[in-house]
């Protein structure tokens, strides 16, 4: 799938298309605990999917991944209505002003602990580890600082399927990891 952004512009499409949908038949024949619906705009396309696996006597999950200044609009409504978040920055990060995604990300965390959701913190987490062995500092902090934030998960993606460091990369992840949640700076946002 490929994504055309134009900043300022939201077009009516469909954001589940036919091939989602036999996606999900196989998700159902599969029996998966989870389910992702990326580019969701409002809680229209969670209940539409919780419906599907519902009639299809499946239990999975629904995690919502909030990439769109629409879902930003209506983070409340898709919060109450989904099992789960996730904040795909990358994509974030192109339809808004960057120096915003770092607002949103905190905003979206502190909002899921509210409500006692799950949220998954994703995106360029250790970016550079793609080609480097080290993460930079910059990296670590931002890592550190969801994790000390309160989201439950963060999520590494390029760095695992593409780059030549995926063992270092998980490695490095998980001990900035255990150091936020035993740090005693842990600052669950109020």
């Not at 998700?27 to 919780?50: H, N």
């Not at 239990?59 to 919060?79: F, G, M, Q, S, Y």
Request: aromatic share 6%.
């Amino acid at each position: 799938r490929r994504t055309l952004h134009i900043p300022g512009k939201s077009f009516n499409l469909p954001v589940l298309r036919e091939k989602d949908w036999k996606d999900l038949e196989f998700a159902v024949r599969m029996d998966v605990d989870y389910v992702g619906i990326s580019f969701v705009r409002t809680e229209k396309e969670i209940l539409e999917v919780k419906e599907f696996l519902r009639d299809n006597a499946c239990n999975a999950k629904v995690i919502a991944k909030i990439e769109t200044p629409e879902a930003l609009k209506n983070i409340d409504r898709i919060i109450k209505h989904t099992d789960a978040v996730m904040i795909a920055r990358g994509d974030m990060g192109v339809v808004l002003p960057l120096e915003t995604v770092p607002i949103h990300q905190y905003s979206i965390i502190k909002k899921c602990k509210e409500a006692g959701r799950f949220v998954i913190t994703a995106t360029e987490m250790l970016e550079s580890m793609k080609n480097r062995p080290l993460p930079t500092r910059a990296e670590v902090n931002d890592v550190f600082s969801v994790v000390a934030a309160g989201t439950d998960a963060v999520m590494l993606s390029g760095e695992t399927t593409e780059g030549n460091y995926p063992i270092e990369s998980i490695s490095f992840m998980r001990r900035i990891v255990e150091h936020a949640e035993n740090s005693p700076h842990r600052i669950i946002i109020s």
